[in-house]
Structures are given as structure tokens and as C-alpha cells.
Nanobody
Framework: QVQLVESGGGLVQAGGSLRLSCAAS????????MGWFRQAPGKEREFVAA????????YHVDSVKGRFTISRDHAKNTVYLQMNSLKPEDTAVYYC????????????????????WGQGTQVTVSS
């Protein structure tokens, strides 16, 4: 059984930074892709960033490119989302997710592909 626990959310002023962490337990290995999604109040969940099982391939949605960076540490079984230059429109609950892709090279960008989800962590950016 895979369990994901996010941490690192909080309140920050616009222009500030936060680093989200997602600690995975269970059988997460290099065959599992990982992703970050977010959901703002009254809006649908949206894809933010994803990383392949190997960690060698990443993808970021256009709205966060150049500001957010996804990474993973296999030794710690942890995925990170470094968020810089935060904007009020980044305010949302951020969710970590995992998908068994069967390959260390696949990057998943659709929420429907992911079978395991964390409980979410709130990020609030004040103007």
C-alpha cells in the first residue's frame, strides 16, 4: 500500500518562496512517476508538475515554468516542489500523487492517471 504525506504549506507574501515535500511510504520505486496538483476554491483540480520514476524527466505547466521546480530524492523516498516568486493566484490546496507507470521514463500529466494521493497541504499567497 502506498501512502503519501505532504508538508511545507503555509502563508507567504507574494514574491516569496515555499518548498513542499511529499514523503512516500510503501512500494514506491523508480517505476512510479510522481506529480503535484492543486485545487483552488471553486475551481477544478489542475496539474502543476510531474517527474518520471528515474527523476530524469520533468514537466511543469506553463503557468509555473521558471518559478516552480519538481524534484525527487529516491534515498529519502520524497518528492519536492520548490516554489519561488509566488503569486496570489498560486493559492490552493496542493496534492502529491503517485502513479505506477511501469517505466522510469514516463511523465504523467493527467490526474486520472494517478492512483495514489496525499491529503493535501494549503498554500496561501497574500498580495
Amino acid at each position: 500500500q502506498v501512502q503519501l504525506v505532504e508538508s511545507g504549506g503555509g502563508l507567504v507574501q507574494a514574491g516569496g518562496s515555499l518548498r513542499l515535500s511529499c514523503a512516500a511510504s510503501g512500494r514506491i520505486n523508480s517505476m512510479y512517476g510522481m506529480g503535484w496538483f492543486r485545487q483552488a476554491p471553486g475551481k477544478e483540480r489542475e496539474f502543476v508538475a510531474a517527474i518520471s520514476g528515474s527523476g530524469g524527466r520533468t514537466y511543469h505547466v506553463d503557468s509555473v515554468k521558471g518559478r516552480f521546480t519538481i524534484s525527487r530524492d529516491h534515498a529519502k523516498n520524497t518528492v519536492y516542489l520548490q516554489m519561488n516568486s509566488l503569486k496570489p493566484e498560486d493559492t490552493a490546496v496542493y496534492y502529491c500523487a503517485a502513479v505506477y507507470s511501469g517505466s522510469p521514463y514516463i511523465v504523467g500529466t493527467k490526474g486520472s492517471e494517478y492512483g495514489y494521493w496525499g491529503q493535501g497541504t494549503q498554500v496561501t499567497v497574500s498580495s
